[in-house]
């Protein structure tokens, strides 16, 4: 018997063919841009935009300007400092996904719940469904890597494993699988922000994947390869898309190369 999980959705309508333009585009882009240098303030500047449109998704009121005066709400400066540290668990995440997983929600709640609750599963089924998920992130697949990012987050997100910040932990997995797969190695993709500007699809499609029907999961899996074209739209690689300049992110330091 196959051990392979999720090929099997390669073959639902559409999903190939989505997956596959999605790709290429992502593809030429970064091929395009990197004919120039690319400045790890721009890599910076994606992950400050992916961190404001992940606290907002997770209930945050705060503006990008706000977060780059020091403010914000609490959410916001939780998504922030994890965005600052998450490029630095891609090692981790290659070898021990779930040490990956629990330092990332150690990162987003340290400031939000006790010691003993920082990156240790609710209770014995969410820590079966967290191993499930690191087993798919380790498993030889014929699917697509951005597939398989969809589904680290969509299974995260639904599960709630975590006492909290479980939706902010998705989405920095999901950045996570996408870097240590070598699609973009330098995170200049802001797939956040591409689930922000689809937030009403975003929050359907993950109440479908929750309902564990094929329909559903078949449905989120089309809605994530729109996502990340979204995503790639909005990066700061295209000019035109920045911030403007009272609104700039704040400066997250020095990032990994």
Known sequence: ??????????????????????????????????????????????????????????GSRSTIAEIADGGGDEIAQDSLRLSASVLSLVPLMKQSPLQAFARLHAVAAGTALPAEQLGRPRDAASAARLRTVSELILSDTAAPALLVAAMVHADIATAKPFASHNGIV?????????????????????????????????????????????????????????????????????????????????DLGDLPA
Request: aromatic share 6%; hydrophobic share 45%.
């Open 1 to 58: 018997m196959s051990t392979d999980r999720i090929a099997w959705l390669v073959a639902l309508d559409g999903v190939g063919s989505a997956y596959a333009a999605t790709r290429d585009g992502i593809d030429a882009m970064l091929r395009d841009r990197g004919l120039r240098k690319t400045e790890p303030q721009t890599t910076a500047e994606a992950l400050a935009i992916g961190a404001h449109a992940s606290a907002v998704l997770e």
């Open 170 to 250: 998705a989405r920095a997995a999901e950045r996570l699988v996408i870097v240590s797969r070598g699609v973009d190695p330098k995170s200049l993709m802001v797939t956040e922000a591409g689930h922000l500007a689809l937030r009403e699809q975003y929050e359907s499609n993950l109440r479908a994947y929750a309902s564990a029907t094929q329909r559903g999961v078949h449905a989120w899996a089309l809605y994530a390869a729109e996502a990340y074209a979204k995503g790639m739209e909005l990066s700061p690689l295209r000019p035109v898309k920045r911030p403007r300049r009272d609104a700039e992110p704040v």
